[in-house]
C-alpha cells in the first residue's frame, strides 16, 4: 500500500531508499468502508490523506444540509480540509469515502517533521498543492463560463469511470446541473 505512495511522489521528485523508508514510517494507513466519514464539519482536520484505492470526496453543507460536493479523490489523489488543516482551524469540509477506500495519512506534525528529514517533499507538496489550485480555479472558471454539456464532457474526461462509482447526483452537482438534466446528457451522450 505504501509503495503506492512513493510511486506518486517520485513522478515528482527522486527520493533515496533511506528518504522512502522515512516517507513509509511517517504514513499511516487506513481501509475505510462505503460512507465512512473521515473527516466531519466542524472537527479537526488533523491529517492530509492519500488515496490508495477507492474514491474519496470532500463536501460542504449547506443551509439547508443540501450536500454541495467540491473535490473528488481518486488513487493517487490527495483529500483534507486544506485550510483547516494548515491553520488547526475547524474543519468547513467533511470527507466521505464514496467506495470501499485505503488511504495513507500523516498529520501536520509529523508532515512538518518529514519536510525537515527530507527536504524534497516541500517542493513535492508545493508542485500536488500549486496543481490543486490551479484544478480548483480551472473549475469555478468553467463553471462560469462552459455549457452543462462541455462541463459534463471535461466530468467523464477527467474522471473516467466515476459515473459508475459515484451517485449521479452528487455528479450533477459537482458540475452544476440537475440530476435530471445528467441524465439527459448521458442518453445524448
Known amino acids: 500500500m505504501k509503495l503506492e505512495l512513493i510511486k506518486a511522489i517520485s513522478k515528482h521528485v527522486e527520493l533515496s531508499a533511506e528518504e522512502q523508508r522515512q516517507v513509509i514510517q511517517a504514513f499511516s494507513g487506513l481501509k475505510l ?3 465512512d466519514l ?7 482536520a488533523r491529517s492530509l490523506a492519500f488515496v490508495v484505492s477507492g ?16 473535490q473528488f479523490a481518486r488513487p493517487h489523489g490527495w483529500i483534507t480540509d486544506l485550510y483547516a488543516y494548515l491553520s488547526d482551524a ?3 469540509l467533511s470527507v466521505e469515502a464514496l467506495t470501499s477506500s485505503e488511504i495513507l495519512s500523516i498529520s501536520r506534525s509529523e508532515q512538518l517533521k518529514l519536510f525537515e528529514a527530507v527536504p524534497k517533499l516541500e517542493r513535492y507538496f508545493r508542485i500536488i498543492t500549486e496543481n490543486a489550485l490551479v484544478s480548483s480555479r ?5 463553471l462560469l463560463n462552459l455549457s452543462a454539456k462541455e462541463r459534463y464532457e471535461q466530468f467523464i474526461t477527467k474522471y473516467p469511470g466515476l459515473l459508475q462509482e459515484v ?12 440530476p435530471e438534466f445528467l441524465s439527459k ?4 451522450h
Open 33 to 35: 468502508k462505503r460512507k
Open 38 to 44: 473521515w473527516l466531519k464539519e466542524g472537527g479537526q
Open 55 to 70: 474514491c474519496l470526496y470532500s463536501y460542504s453543507l449547506d443551509n439547508k444540509d443540501q450536500i454541495n460536493p467540491l
Open 90 to 92: 475547524p474543519s468547513t
Open 138 to 142: 480551472k473549475r469555478n472558471l468553467d
Open 167 to 178: 451517485p449521479l447526483k452528487l455528479i450533477a452537482k459537482y458540475i452544476g446541473i440537475t
Open 185 to 188: 446528457l448521458r442518453r445524448e
